[in-house]
């Protein structure tokens, strides 16, 4: 008989904590597998059995079958001719049915995070946001279980995206307080205590000290017949029990703080995350890098020879086209909406668009480079601080002001076409903010010689020229490295009038590598590809799957590529595509049922992102996050007002929040119209805080 590999997982006394389990447990090597006892939620059903399967009738089974007398005919194989498989389902609205024949059914596939299922635990997250600053802090606190109360899901309304909750005070008391119907974006399930039908799970010692182990001595006191300790659950009950059948057959409910889920794939995530560490250790050896060491001016001034300043732009525009990049740039989101269907990406077209832009203006910018003269009186002294260990030095070079001119003329006009905003849309500041991100890295400040300082002084010239009228960067001295974006939300997505920051390092090898993005996102999930630590997924940063026009190009890419792709490409106006595998679902009864939840969790994210940057600005662009919203507020709020009482769908707006023919024959859900109007008033006084104009006339939305 061949011997077989045990991976021990969990044991009796030293519960699901790996290290402990595995020194107390036999060997792994186990070369008679008959002395092993085979446990799971299939117990009982080794064999998922088809036709023409062969098979033998157990000997246990023999005083069934009345026809069959001798030993010889039992041990005959035997050919299976029909199989029939039946199921009990727990339907999402509550409902039960036994029995019902399995291929009646079909597997469904969970593509959100706010469709639940009858037991489900979970919490609010109204709570943790409001009060924690952030979903996470709830679970820092000492003794969790004691002092969150916890809700289990009777119901859930999928059309309305409401679910019915039975709330509970505490883990350990469990008192019921009450039964409340709330929107399925104000719920996330309790992952402290997701335990689901078939979950294999464990008895928790008794509560002698806050360990669930015991010490390893202890541990051969079970008897190793005894299987009352470990089980499967079978069960999700209306008091928030579970009920779990036990290894010696024996059937009991359990408060889930009771028992521990037996993670059956821990052994192999661990081995996986063993893996990956060695490949990302191996992928760069020591001879394939080289360290850029800190420079001095002198050194510096030596390496840079005759280059000093940056030639004019000023006369080199002359036999440039100006305005020949940015129509392009600025119309990319209005493109995905046009050339797309609805609920259509097109991704492809825009794509290739921003490549084209990128080169076409790169072009620009190496023309103006290679312009043989310059304006002495274009050109102004520009201090430049470089980090050199303890101290800075200092060095002067010579900045081009065309850039900044330009800037000041498009900040007198903005997109909305107020000529009271007055933000420049790019602009070199002196001093890097203290709260960028990225601020401590390890590879900061001037480190990449003449040809870094020429490309990062090419992009501001860039970014200076033909930034759209919905982004604005800015760009620090004593920082070269350095750079902030704020984006605003395009006119037809859920991300509408929000605003969004950025904060990118160009390293040294820049443009050899793509820079580095860290999104602002104040622990909300927004997007797909902005997760919550702040990591941009997108394959021109080489942080996403991409190929072709769609990677970061050394020759071709620039920053002002990577920022309108963030605006055209990510803040969509249907951002359930932006998961590379949904897009398989395109035009199926899923993507339908899936791309309104995720629109409207978009735009409730965003309307709390805007909370949060009312609260906490960021350094440097505290101006224009309370200009934009005093501008823009009253706009803000007659939205939320077409959703509440018009039933507008998210995305249907148009700039001053008017309905618009989209709109037709659809509206959103009565789930998202509960979690606005409990938000609204927040917004009303923040935005009548900061004297936004017109939003005395929301006032009603305070009661």
Avoid at 27 to 50: D, E, I, K, M, V
Avoid at 219 to 230: I, N
Avoid at 364 to 370: H, I, S, Y
Wanted: glycine share 8%; aromatic share 8%.
């Amino acid at each position: 008989m061949a011997a077989v590999r045990v991976d021990w997982v969990a044991s009796a006394t030293m519960g699901t904590e790996l290290d402990l389990v595995r020194a107390s447990a036999p060997p792994a090597y186990q070369p008679n597998p008959r002395l092993l006892t085979r446990f799971g939620s299939t117990n009982g059903c080794h064999y998922g059995w088809g036709v023409a399967d062969r098979c033998f009738f157990r000997r246990s089974a023999t005083s069934n079958m009345g026809s069959i007398s001798s030993s010889s005919e039992i041990e005959q194989p035997l050919s299976v001719a029909d199989t029939r498989t039946t199921a009990d389902v727990v339907w999402q609205d509550g409902t039960r049915r036994r029995g019902m024949p399995s291929a009646s059914l079909v597997p469904y596939d969970l593509l959100n995070d706010f469709e639940f299922f009858p037991g489900d635990r979970v919490v609010s997250k109204v709570e943790q946001l409001d009060n924690h600053d952030g979903p996470a802090a709830a679970k820092d606190a000492a003794d969790h279980d004691a002092v969150v109360p916890f809700g289990v899901v009777r119901s859930f309304n999928f059309m309305d995206k409401t679910v019915r909750v039975s709330w509970f005070k505490t883990a350990a008391r469990h008192e019921e307080e009450c039964n409340k119907t709330v929107s399925a974006y104000d719920l996330e399930l309790d992952h402290d205590h997701l335990i689901f039908y078939g979950h294999t799970v464990i008895r928790r010692q008794p509560a002698g000290d806050d360990d669930d182990t015991v010490p390893p001595e202890e541990a051969t006191k079970v008897a190793t017949d005894d299987l009352s300790w470990v089980g499967y659950v079978i069960g999700l009950c209306d008091d928030g029990r579970v009920q779990v059948k036990w290894g010696d057959n024996s059937l009991s409910k359990v408060l889930r703080h009771e028992i521990t889920i037996v993670d059956s794939d821990a052994d192999h995530e661990v081995q996986e995350g063993v893996n990956e560490d060695s490949e990302a250790i191996d992928a760069v050896l020591p001879q394939e890098i080289s360290v850029v060491g800190e420079q001095t001016i002198s050194d510096m001034k030596e390496e840079l020879g005759d280059w000093v300043a940056i030639h004019a732009i000023k006369e080199a525009q002359e036999h440039t086209d100006e305005n020949h990049a940015a129509p392009a740039a600025g119309n990319v989101t209005a493109d995905n909406q046009v050339n797309g269907e609805a609920g259509t990406p097109a991704l492809s077209g825009i794509t290739q668009g921003l490549m084209r832009l990128a080169a076409e203006v790169k072009g620009e910018g190496q023309e103006v480079l290679e312009a043989p003269q310059r304006s002495e009186s274009a050109a102004v002294e520009n201090v430049v601080q470089q980090p050199n260990g303890k101290c800075s030095e200092t060095m002067v070079v010579e900045e081009d002001v065309d850039s900044n001119v330009c800037a000041e003329e498009k900040s007198s006009v903005n997109a909305h076409g107020d000529a009271l905003f007055h933000f420049p849309q790019f602009q070199v500041v002196q001093m890097s903010p203290p709260d960028h991100y990225l601020l401590k890295n390890a590879d900061k400040g001037i480190g990449g010689g003449k040809n870094w300082i020429k490309t990062v002084q090419r992009e501001w010239r860039i970014l200076g020229n033909n930034l759209p009228d919905t982004i604005y960067v800015r760009a620090f001295e004593d920082r070269m490295d350095l750079l902030r974006v704020a984006i605003v939300g395009a006119v037809g997505t859920p991300y509408q009038d929000g605003l969004f920051f950025f904060d990118l390092q160009l390293p040294p090898t820049y443009p050899a590598v793509p820079p580095l993005v860290h999104y602002h996102s104040f622990g909300l999930r927004l997007n797909p590809n902005l997760v919550v630590s702040g990591t941009v997924c997108v394959s021109l940063l080489d942080t996403f799957e991409g190929e072709g026009v769609e990677a970061w190009s050394p020759k071709m890419s620039t920053i002002l590529q990577v920022v309108v792709s963030i605006q055209g490409l990510v803040l969509t106006a249907q951002p359930f595509y932006n998961e590379s595998e949904n897009e398989q679902y395109l035009g199926t009864p899923e993507a339908v049922r899936n791309e309104i939840i995720y629109a409207e969790d978009a735009c409730l994210v965003t309307l709390r992102t805007m909370l949060n940057l009312l609260h906490r600005p960021p350094a440097g662009f505290e101006e224009l996050v309370r200009l934009h919203f005093r501008r823009r507020g009253r706009f803000v709020l007659r939205a939320c007002e077409a959703y509440v009482l018009k039933t507008c769908p998210v995305g249907t707006l148009d700039e001053e929040a008017n309905a618009t023919e989209v709109c037709r024959g659809r509206t959103c859900s009565a789930g998202f119209r509960i979690s606005l109007r409990r938000f609204m008033p927040q917004l009303v006084e923040a935005f009548t805080s900061i004297g936004a104009d017109g939003c005395d006339q929301f006032d009603r939305f305070l009661i």
